[in-house]
């Protein structure tokens, strides 16, 4: 498991707020959440988490 400091943990957290408000605010927002979900998946996938399982259906 990562082990994650407070720190770390604050910036992903800004980053994920962040990343809400460009979804909210932008003048498509599908698309800019269609390209937030792109990068989730790839950093997920970099760490070898399988993303399937995670998508809504």
Known sequence: MIDMNEKEMIDKLIDEYVNLQ???NASDSKK??????KVAKAKLES???ITTDLEMK
């Open 22 to 24: 460009r979804i909210y």
């Open 32 to 37: 800019e959440a269609e390209y937030q979900m």
């Open 47 to 49: 760490f070898g988490i």
